[in-house]
């Protein structure tokens, strides 16, 4: 085994034990939806600044009917009307 690559070792174990398929099927589709999600939350999120310089305060530019929530399960954003004051 000193002179074998990880992936040829990998796909023999595979082969040895073909129920692992699932598990490392289901587990590769959680990591994925884990970045997919993080991801999301670093550039849709008001709370996240990547540009201070031009955009120092993102939070203050939203209007009322911008969704940044994830799932929004009784609000309807759309007849949301704007009740703060402009920065």
Not at 20 to 39: D, K, R, V, W
Not at 41 to 56: E, F, I, Q, T
Request: with cysteine; hydrophobic share 40%.
């Amino acid at each position: 085994m000193a002179g074998t690559n990880l992936g040829a070792r990998f796909y023999r174990r595979i082969k040895r034990h073909p129920a692992l398929i699932p598990m490392i099927g289901f587990i590769g589709l959680g990591m994925g939806s884990a970045a997919l999600y993080l991801l999301r939350l670093a550039l849709r999120s008001p709370d996240v600044c990547w540009d201070r310089k031009n955009n120092p305060e993102p939070w203050n530019r939203l209007s009322p009917n911008d969704q940044y929530k994830f799932l929004a399960v009784s609000t309807d954003y759309k007849k949301l009307k704007k009740d703060r004051p402009d920065f």
